[in-house]
T-cell receptor, first 113, second 112 residues
Framework: EAQVTQNPRYLITVTGKKLTVTCSQN?????MSWYRQDPGLGLRQIYY???????DKGDVPEGYKVSRKEKRNFPLILESPSPNQTSLYFC????????????FGEGSRLTVL | DQQVKQNSPSLSVQEGRISILNCDYT??????FLWYKKYPAEGPTFLIS???IKDKNEDGRFTVFLNKSAKHLSLHIVPSQPGDSAVYFC???????????WGAGTKLIIKP
């Protein structure tokens, strides 16, 4: 089954404790992206990757890091989480050259105390 | 400054009637528009799209209309069904640009 898998789905952590949210897709997509969803703001892009070893900042990259060492994986790293990073996070992927039609993971709800 | 706006946070419609969800944008460079649907505890899923060279695109019960002069698009669902209850996001992009700009979403509630 074609899917984007995120882990963990739910996480409560404390300020400053490094965490990683993993994302994996099995569709051989070149393009992968991370979004955060906050009430009244829709989806905002954090980082995206056009292919292996190619990453770029989205609209709200501050406080986040990403890496793309393999095509299928695109982890999101919060080196020192803060309460303003409490949010619902989505990973998404698609083939390059196809605008839109992103395939999303089920989301990871992160709470930073 | 939000470039894509969905001004109705929620909309309630009787089952069987038409649902009309609206979206306005400010960037005249946008030339591709999409609607996504999101159920609770799931990621958004692609619903329908439209290119700026068209003013209408249909897919079954779903039709998207684009009014470029008004910078407005709408999603029509006819007839509305209980399974259509979800949050609907509109998104826009500039051709060839991989960044989608998203609206805040409209929660559609279909009443039996």
């Amino acid at each position: 089954e074609a899917q984007v898998t995120q882990n963990p789905r739910y996480l409560i952590t404390v300020t400053g404790k490094k965490l990683t949210v993993t994302c994996s897709q099995n569709m051989n997509h070149e393009y992968m992206s991370w979004y955060r969803q906050d009430p009244g703001l829709g989806l905002r892009q954090i980082y995206y990757s056009m292919n292996v070893e190619v990453t770029d900042k989205g609209d709200v990259p501050e406080g986040y890091k990403v890496s793309r060492k393999e095509k299928r994986n695109f982890p999101l790293i919060l080196e020192s989480p803060s309460p303003n990073q409490t949010s619902l996070y989505f990973c998404a992927s698609r083939l390059t050259g196809e605008v839109g039609e992103l395939f999303f993971g089920e989301g990871s709800r992160l709470t930073v105390l | 400054d939000q470039q894509v706006k969905q001004n109705s946070p929620s909309l309630s419609v009787q089952e069987g009637r038409i649902s009309i969800l609206n979206c306005d944008y400010t960037n005249s460079m946008f030339d591709y528009f999409l609607w996504y649907k999101k159920y609770p505890a799931e990621g958004p899923t692609f619903l329908i799209s439209i290119s700026s060279i068209k003013d209408k695109n249909e897919d079954g019960r779903f039709t998207v209309f684009l009014n470029k002069s008004a910078k407005h698009l709408s999603l029509h669902i006819v007839p509305s069904q209980p399974g259509d209850s979800a949050v609907y996001f509109c998104a826009a992009s500039v051709g060839g640009d991989y960044q989608l700009i998203w609206g805040a979403g409209t929660k559609l509630i279909i009443k039996p």
